[in-house]
């Protein structure tokens, strides 16, 4: 013994283990740190009381900010998977870690741009530049981020939350918005001892309170034979499978360079009530007629040389079908949870289908005229009449047979995906549809004017924005609509796999036949 002090190391004492990762979330996390897959994002628009106003151009008052934040804050704390952290992403089975603290410094962003700009034509290059970037998954704090957008002068905030996908899903981020709506205008807001200099220290008995994953809050029950018919369309080549004309093959995967093309379009209310109401009367959803539109756009732009025929995808919620004794005896309601509760249902559509919508369009010179339009309407009703049939019986048959039940065969999702992108691509489109954003709780008939003089917040407009993962389908759709404002429909595809040109007259197209439907 010498009597010399041992100097502290400076190492941080390495973060408690709460639980690995569940099967839905380790396929996650290995497509982020493959590179499959970068980011996605909900932008909403909240309109501020008029009480809240900047009063100069130049900056944001700090209560406004410290208002928004603490709110934040607060929905942080009710939401375990916004407070975790991620160790080991990149090796077979994660884990998620304690987090002491969350700081806002590193998370939220804010940005006051000059009213002489284009902000529109801002802030579509802002999300396309910013789904390129990967909502990064470390140990040392939760997979999201913000960016928070005024323009002087104005009385709004676009709020932009990115998050990564282990976390949680798109329902989730909608529920934060609603949340964080519901929290400024009941004025709730973290205290002081919990939320200070913009950092969130969370409390010892809320470290370790995450739920557990998917498939322990709820049976996925398979029959063998469905299980082995399924597994073998996975392993044998399309050709064997009879589907070799429905794959992707015009859109070969390309893993590099990784760069996200992005377009979206707005159609105003009314509009998108005439074309509900026409879903309606045609057996059919938003869903189901966005699948049928963006198939009947590929099959006239692509040639019967590139593509005889397609499969299409949609993402789908698994809060509605999800019930359990666990869920129940642990009051859990996964509407009100944030997590990654979704699945996948397929669309095909066949070579005679995309044969006869060819044909009907061949009779018409011009293709955007209504004269085409009403020629091919014929067809495009039954076709999504049938899509979303495939998707009520996912409903109605709730969680047996479906893909989720797969995964607990699949021992490393890192050599599945490599695995995956040496294969043509399956799906040719996808859609992943939000649905509707409550922006104005007490009164969705209230304008935004109106909701400034009785001094709420309202949310104005929501886009929902994604980046495309390299082995799934070459180009996406992403509606969500607020209740009584705008429907934004997002386009999205990978560049390298995906001709511009192409992709901007699918989006076109879609425009044009939601306005047709929707006049």
Avoid at 219 to 236: D, Q, S
Avoid at 339 to 347: I, K, L, R
């Amino acid at each position: 013994m010498n009597g010399t002090k041992e100097k502290p190391s400076g190492k941080r004492a390495k973060a408690k283990v709460i639980r690995p990762l569940g099967y839905l979330e380790r396929f996650e996390a290995a497509l982020h740190w493959l590179g499959f897959y970068k980011s996605s994002m909900v932008t909403c628009r909240f309109v501020m009381p008029a009480s809240l106003m900047p009063p100069g151009p130049d900056n944001l008052p700090a209560a406004l900010t410290q208002k928004v934040e603490s709110a934040i804050a607060l929905i942080v704390l009710e939401h375990p998977m916004l407070r975790v952290g991620l160790r080991n992403e990149h090796a077979r089975k994660p884990v998620f870690v304690e987090l002491e603290s969350v700081d806002f410094r590193n998370h939220i962003e804010w940005r006051i741009l000059s009213p002489s700009i284009d902000y529109e034509a801002e802030l579509l290059k802002l999300i396309r530049d910013r789904l390129d970037v990967k909502v990064e998954s470390p140990e040392t704090k939760p997979a999201w981020r913000i960016l928070v957008l005024h323009i002087a002068g104005t009385d709004f905030v676009d709020v932009m939350f990115e998050w990564g996908h282990a976390h949680i899903d798109g329902i989730s981020v909608k529920l934060f918005h609603e949340d964080l709506l519901r929290k400024l205008n009941n004025g709730e807001e973290a205290g002081s001892s919990v939320f200070k200099d913009r950092v969130l220290t969370i409390p010892p008995e809320k470290r370790r309170d995450l739920l557990p994953p998917l498939h322990d809050l709820c049976e996925f029950p398979i029959t063998t034979r469905w299980a082995l018919t399924t597994l073998w369309k996975g392993v044998k080549p399309p050709v064997l499978s009879g589907k070799s004309d429905l794959v992707a093959n015009w859109a070969p995967i390309q893993r590099t360079p990784y760069v996200t093309q992005y377009r979206h379009f707005g159609l105003n209310n009314n509009t998108l009530q005439n074309v509900l109401t026409a879903c309606r009367e045609h057996r059919t959803t938003l869903t189901g007629l966005l699948q049928t539109l963006t198939m009947f756009s590929l099959a006239t732009r692509l040639t019967p040389e590139e593509a005889r025929g397609f499969i299409g995808t949609t993402v789908v919620n698994l809060r509605p079908i999800m019930s359990s004794k666990f869920l129940q005896s642990y009051n859990i309601d996964p509407k009100k949870t944030m997590a990654n509760f979704v699945t996948m249902v397929d669309h095909e559509y066949d070579t005679e289908l995309v044969a006869k919508i060819r044909a009907r369009t061949n009779e018409s010179s011009d293709k955007e005229t209504h004269n085409c339009m009403a020629k091919l309407e014929e067809l495009v009703w039954p076709t999504a009449e049938r899509v979303r049939a495939d998707l009520q019986k996912r409903l109605d048959e709730g969680r047996k047979n479906d893909q989720m039940g797969l995964m607990k065969f699949i021992p490393d999702f890192r050599l599945l995906l490599k695995d995956w992108v040496k294969k043509p691509r399956v799906y040719s489109l996808s859609v992943t549809n939000l649905g509707v954003v409550d922006g104005n709780p007490s009164n969705a008939d209230t304008t935004a004017a109106e909701g400034d003089q009785s001094g709420k917040w309202t949310i104005d407009r929501a886009v929902f924005s994604v980046s495309p993962e390299v082995h799934q389908a070459a180009f996406v759709i992403c509606p969500v609509a607020v209740n009584g404002r705008e429907l934004y429909v997002s386009c999205d595809w990978q560049e390298a796999a995906m001709d511009t040109m192409l992709a901007e007259g699918i989006v076109a197209d879609l425009e044009s036949w939601l306005r047709y439907f929707g006049r």
